[in-house]
Each structure stands twice: as C-alpha cells, then as structure tokens.
C-alpha cells in the first residue's frame, strides 16, 4: 500500500536580518520558494514560520512542503528497507531467547 511522502521544498532557519526587507523582494522570495512547488500540489501545499531568538538575534524558521503519494519505485525501496529491518529484529529476539534459554537452562 502506498503512503503519503512530505516533500520539503524549501527549509530554512535564519537571522531576520538575512531576509529581503523591502516588501517587492521580499513578496519576490515567497513567489519564488511557492513557485518551486508542482503545479498539482500547490493547493494543498503548507508553510510553517517560527520567529524566535538565539542569543539575544531574532531568528527566523520557514519549512515549505507538501504531501504526494510515493512513487513505484519508492514503495519497493521502503518496502526492502521495512523486510530488512523485521529480519534485523528477529535475529536480535532469537539471539536474546537463545541466551535466555542457556542462562535458566530452559
């Protein structure tokens, strides 16, 4: 079954001071950061924006991103990724039960 993927477009966290101040380049950045989004998900795309501080500096946090619907090829990578993993655990659980079994001679 297919899941969801969170594609960042653009993230980043900078001093205020790095942003454009006048209000066309700044317009201009957004325009250019939303315009990097596929035509079919910008409808559903999100920002997120913090302004906090670092050492006493106004900081500024921006994640842009949407959500798509992984690939063919994805889904087969994280579904060798996910039977790989279950393989992992089930060696370490049954390397555990062996050492069990030799501790309480069960």
């Known amino acids: ?6 594609v960042i477009v653009w993230e980043s966290e900078s001093c205020v001071y790095d942003l454009p ?3 066309q ?8 950061k939303f315009n990097s989004i596929p035509e079919e998900y910008k409808e559903s795309a999100s920002i997120n924006c913090d302004v906090s501080t670092y ?16 690939t063919d090829d994805e889904e ?5 990724i996910e039977k790989v993993h279950q393989k992992t655990i089930k060696s370490k659980e ?3 039960l062996k050492k069990l079994r030799d501790k309480y001679g069960v």
């Open 1 to 6: 079954m297919k899941k969801n993927i969170k």
């Open 21 to 23: 101040t006048n209000p």
């Open 25 to 32: 380049k700044f317009l201009k950045w957004w325009v250019d």
């Open 55 to 70: 050492y006493d500096s106004p900081m500024f946090s921006v994640e842009i991103y949407y959500y798509r619907i992984e």
């Open 76 to 80: 087969a990578i994280r579904l060798e």
């Open 94 to 96: 049954l390397l555990q």
